[in-house]
């Protein structure tokens, strides 16, 4: 049987950061849910397809297939075919996986194939709804939390590295934009599960908390 590892928590908490840094670690395949949910947004923007139209995205949703495969240990995002790795990181394109993730359709189709891939393999999953619906039967469940404004600051400086002039007060406001909606979705929003263990990272480093979870993991296996 896999083992798995589920990490909620809201945007820029370093969730995807951490998987990574954990299954490199223990060796375990990281699923980015994350890069599916923008994978499926950006096929509406692509198509100018209106994200807010709930029968349109309704009916669009099975002409959607996403694939993750993983290169020389680079994750590959494959939407119909089409490699979008690259494209799929544009605020844009983040701004519209969010929307899509609200929609009850597109959240049981991506789902259903983040459970199957969980089904064969150790992984480690992130985002939003892990541990409460994706897999409720998760070996760990972390819940990585931080500050919003340590979030906004954490973000603004990525992007700041790729070159995207915004301003610290504009990315805070779209957290919180974020979060708020994140929360308060009808379809499986962002909430704490009951057997999660929080992390508060707002004052600690990536490599405590990776320490943190590998020790909570270890626990869990009952490594020696």
Not at 83 to 102: M, N, Y
Not at 130 to 147: H, M, R, S
Not at 202 to 213: F, G, R
Request: proline share 1%; net charge negative.
């Amino acid at each position: 049987m896999s083992f798995k590892i589920a990490i909620d928590g809201p945007s820029s908490s370093g969730k995807s950061t951490l998987a990574k840094m954990i299954a490199k670690n223990l060796g375990f395949v990281y699923i980015d849910t994350g890069a599916m949910y923008r994978a499926m947004g950006y096929y509406f923007l692509k198509n100018n397809l209106d994200l807010n139209d709930i029968e349109i995205v309704n009916n669009n949703v099975n002409n959607v297939d996403v694939e993750l495969n993983y290169v020389d240990g680079v994750l590959q995002v494959l939407l119909n075919g089409e490699d979008i790795s690259g494209v799929i990181r544009k605020e844009e394109v983040g701004s519209a996986g969010s929307i899509i993730s609200t929609y009850k359709l597109v959240r049981e189709r991506l789902v259903s194939l983040q459970q199957k891939m969980a089904s064969v393999c150790d992984v480690v999953m992130d985002g939003r709804d892990i541990g409460t619906v994706v897999l409720p039967d998760a070996n760990v469940k972390i819940y990585l939390n931080a500050d919003c404004h340590e979030r906004a600051v954490r973000r603004h400086k990525e992007l700041l590295e790729k070159g995207i002039d915004k301003s610290l007060e504009e990315v805070e406001t779209d957290l919180k934009e974020r979060d708020y909606r994140d929360m308060n979705r009808e379809n499986s929003p962002l909430r704490k599960a009951n057997d999660a263990i929080e992390i508060d990272s707002t004052n600690m480093e990536i490599e405590e908390v990776v320490e943190m979870v590998l020790s909570i993991v270890k626990e869990k296996r009952g490594d020696k």
